[in-house]
C-alpha cells in the first residue's frame, strides 16, 4: 500500500511568485487537510478538502487556495509569495473527515 | 476551540531513563489525542492515538499515553529511552465527529527529545 507522497521536496521561489506543490493521497483515502510547519513551530491547519470540495479552512489568507481532483490527489497554490511563507508543507489523507491522518514527507519552500 | 500545550520545549534524558512528555489540551467537545513524532527533514509519524476507548493507550515503539479527563493532560511516556528516540515529538487534538472544526488537527509547540548515551 502507498503512502502519502508529496512534490517537489523541495522549492525555492522568490518573493511575489507563486508555487504550486502536489499531493497523492493514500489509497482509499478521500480526504486530504494540508498544514503550513514553520521553523521551530507546530503544524497549523490550513485547509481541508472533503470529495472534492473545501471542507474547513484555517487562518490563512485567500491567496492560499488548493484544489482535490477526482482521485482524492491534491494541490496547494500559494500567490504573492512572502518571505513568511517559507516552511514545511505537510499533506495528510485520511479516510474520512474526523478519521486518523496519515502524513506525506513534506514540501520545503524557501521563499528568498 | 482547541488548544494544545506541551511543557517544556526541550527535554533532556539518559539513555535507559524513563520518557515523560507533557501535553494539556482545552476542547470544547470530547476530543480525540494524538502523540507524532517527527525526525529530522521527514513528515509526522503517528505513535498513538486516544479515541474514548481505554485511557491508557499504547503505541509503538513501547510508547504509551494516559488520557485524564479531570486533568486535561495526555502526557506521553516510555519507561526506557533508546538513542533511536531522539527526535521532536507533538501532541494533537481534534473534534470527534460532529463536532465543527471538520477534524482538523491543532498541535502543540513540539517537544525536542535528547537521549545522552
Known amino acids: 500500500e502507498t503512502g502519502v507522497t508529496q512534490s517537489p521536496t523541495h522549492l525555492i521561489k522568490t518573493r511575489g511568485q507563486q508555487v504550486t506543490l502536489r499531493c497523492s493521497s493514500q489509497?482509499?483515502?478521500?480526504?486530504v487537510s494540508w498544514y503550513q510547519q514553520a521553523l521551530g513551530q507546530g503544524p497549523q491547519f490550513i485547509f481541508q478538502y472533503y470529495r472534492e470540495e473545501e471542507n474547513g479552512r484555517g487562518n490563512f489568507p485567500p491567496r492560499f487556495s488548493g484544489l482535490q481532483f477526482p482521485n482524492y490527489s491534491s494541490e496547494l497554490n500559494v500567490n504573492a509569495l512572502e518571505l513568511d511563507d517559507s516552511a514545511l508543507y505537510l499533506c495528510?489523507?485520511?479516510?474520512?473527515?474526523?478519521?486518523?491522518?496519515?502524513f506525506g514527507p513534506g514540501t520545503r519552500l524557501t521563499v528568498l | 476551540a482547541q488548544s494544545v500545550t506541551q511543557l517544556g520545549s526541550h527535554v533532556s534524558v539518559s539513555e535507559g531513563a524513563l520518557v515523560l512528555l507533557r501535553c494539556n489540551y482545552s476542547?470544547?467537545?470530547?476530543?480525540?489525542l494524538f502523540w507524532y513524532v517527527q525526525y529530522p527533514n521527514q513528515g509526522l509519524q503517528l505513535l498513538l492515538k486516544?479515541?474514548?476507548?481505554?485511557?491508557l493507550v499504547k503505541g509503538i515503539n513501547g510508547f504509551e499515553a494516559e488520557f485524564k479527563k479531570s486533568e486535561t493532560s495526555f502526557h506521553l511516556t516510555k519507561p526506557s529511552a533508546h538513542m533511536s528516540d531522539a527526535a521532536e515529538y507533538f501532541c494533537a487534538v481534534s473534534e470527534r465527529a460532529g463536532g465543527t472544526s471538520y477534524g482538523k488537527l491543532t498541535f502543540g509547540q513540539g517537544t525536542i527529545l535528547t537521549v545522552h548515551p
Open positions: 486516544y479515541t474514548s476507548a481505554a485511557t
Open positions: 495528510a489523507s485520511s479516510p474520512g473527515t474526523y478519521n486518523e491522518q496519515f
Open positions: 476542547s470544547s467537545v470530547p476530543p480525540y
Open positions: 489509497s482509499g483515502h478521500n480526504t
